[in-house]
């Protein structure tokens, strides 16, 4: 158990609509990363956040956002959802903002029907 | 745009074997190059991780041989067992960065 909890586990929704994945970090981490896992792209960094405040940006969509909040837990939003958008997306965290192992969720797999 | 090559895609491995995943990169400013193990249902693990100012760093059965001249560096599972198969995935980070490159992974599968 690596200590970071995502949820929900799984999500099953519909092209078009919106939704909000949650994480939470391991006790006394402060950064959280979201990846997202698909076939064909592989384990993708799609945005970081150090203590609240946005800290690197990967290959995030226009339709995605993410926050995290003051008790460090983190979303991530996904708006205007499309069939690509079906995926495993996982949470990190690390202690710092860089140079510290990143320890992974479980993840939540997103299916767009 | 792949920065991390890794090979083979998959593998298959008798019990008590070697296990060997090969990774290569080509940006420099790479200076963390970490190993992580995933099984089904599960997120990544860190497994063992390397710096490049060594050029070996074994953890139990793992080893992580690295090769900065060439921009190489592979992961050896040595006495491989059935409950070392998964995925298993290399990746790189900038100094000073944030992000993980990761390869494409490979699936490893230990016969017994």
């Known amino acids: 158990d690596s200590g970071v909890t995502q949820t929900p586990k799984h999500l099953i929704t519909a092209t078009g609509q919106r939704v909000t994945l949650r994480c939470s970090p391991r006790s006394g981490d402060l950064s959280v990363y979201w990846y997202q896992q698909s076939l064909d792209q592989g384990l993708q960094f799609l945005i970081q956040y150090y203590n609240g405040e946005e800290r690197a940006k990967g290959n995030i969509l226009e339709r995605f956002s993410a926050q995290q909040f003051p008790d460090l837990h983190s979303e991530l939003n996904l708006s205007s959802l499309e069939l690509g958008d079906s995926a495993l997306y996982f949470c990190?965290?690390?202690?710092?903002?860089?140079?510290?192992?990143?320890?992974f969720g479980d993840g939540t797999r997103l299916s767009i029907l | 745009q792949q920065q991390v090559k890794q090979s083979p895609q998959s593998l298959i491995v008798q019990k008590g074997g070697i296990s060997i995943i090969n990774c290569a990169y080509e940006n420099t400013a790479f200076d963390y190059f970490p190993w992580y193990q995933q099984f089904p249902g599960k997120g990544p693990a860190l497994l063992i991780a390397i710096r490049p100012d060594v050029s070996e760093k074994k953890e139990g059965r793992f080893t992580i041989s690295f090769n900065k001249s060439a921009k190489q560096f592979s992961l050896h599972i040595m006495d491989s067992q059935p409950g070392d198969s998964a995925t298993y995935f290399c990746a790189a980070r900038e100094e000073y960065g944030n992000k993980l490159v990761f390869g494409a992974g490979t699936i490893l599968r230990v016969k017994s």
């Open positions: 990190a965290s690390s202690v710092g903002g860089g140079n510290q192992p990143q320890h």
